[in-house]
């Protein structure tokens, strides 16, 4: 059971515009940043977004998230095959003193 | 360019022990902290645990407190993880990452590739 949920799956088409959300509480997501990263099979996990909304260089435009209080959402739009991939949402927990992951959303492009 | 190349897994024995290491490059290793991460076969992301750039500040997940050891060696730029008692549920791909800052709750910014543990009979 992971600390910070996520949807199991999601899934669309290219061109769709696509979220996953994360809900968490008062002790990660609503206290800390929240944290976006990608996992491709055999590939080392890669950030999507960092402090809530912030994308590292490299990471298109299509990638963008939000959070309000204990609950975050990570938007694709413009979806493409290669965005096929598990996302784990991550942030600090201060009861914990430790990183929490949601439980991870694999996404499918149709 | 950074890279962090993870080595040590391997297949041991319940009970048994194991060294995980994490070579860095690529950037001023001291100055930032990194952490370990797992992913078991078909499940999530988990932490397991983080230090900070001076090695002065640990942190541990529940789930393996008093059996891993995490630690650096700064002249080497390298990172390890010391794993004792080794059960089933430790079985996973060991990740090694990296924090932008020397606070171990800063942005984890990069990634390794991992290296799988099995422990088994």
């Known amino acids: 059971q992971s600390v910070l949920t996520q949807p199991p799956s999601a899934s669309g088409t290219p061109g769709q515009r696509v979220t996953i959300s994360c809900s968490g509480s008062s002790s990660n997501i609503g206290s800390n940043y929240l944290y976006w990263c990608q996992l491709l099979p055999g590939t080392a996990p890669k950030l999507l977004i960092y402090r809530n909304n912030q994308r590292p260089s490299g990471v298109p435009g299509r990638f963008s998230g939000s959070k309000s209080g204990t609950s975050a959402s990570l938007a694709i739009s413009g979806l493409r095959s290669e965005d096929e991939a598990d996302y784990y949402c991550a942030a600090w927990d201060d009861s914990l003193s430790g990183w929490v992951f949601g439980g991870g959303t694999k996404l499918t492009v149709l | 360019e950074v890279q962090l190349l993870e080595s040590g897994g391997g297949l041991e024995q319940p009970g048994g022990s194991l060294r995980l290491s994490c070579a860095a490059s690529?950037?001023?290793?001291?100055?930032?902290?990194m952490s370990w991460a797992r992913q078991a076969p078909g499940k999530g992301l988990e932490w397991v645990s983080s230090?900070?750039?001076?090695?002065?500040?640990?942190y541990y997940a529940d789930s393996v407190k008093g059996r891993f050891t995490i630690s650096r060696d700064n002249s080497r730029n390298t990172l390890s993880l010391q794993m004792n008692s080794l059960g089933a549920e430790d079985t996973a791909v060991y990740y090694c990452a990296k924090s932008s800052y020397d606070y171990v709750w800063g942005t984890i910014d990069y990634w390794g590739q991992g290296t799988l543990v099995t422990v088994s009979s």
């Open positions: 230090l900070s750039g001076s090695g002065d500040n640990t």
């Open positions: 690529g950037f001023t290793f001291s100055s930032y902290a």
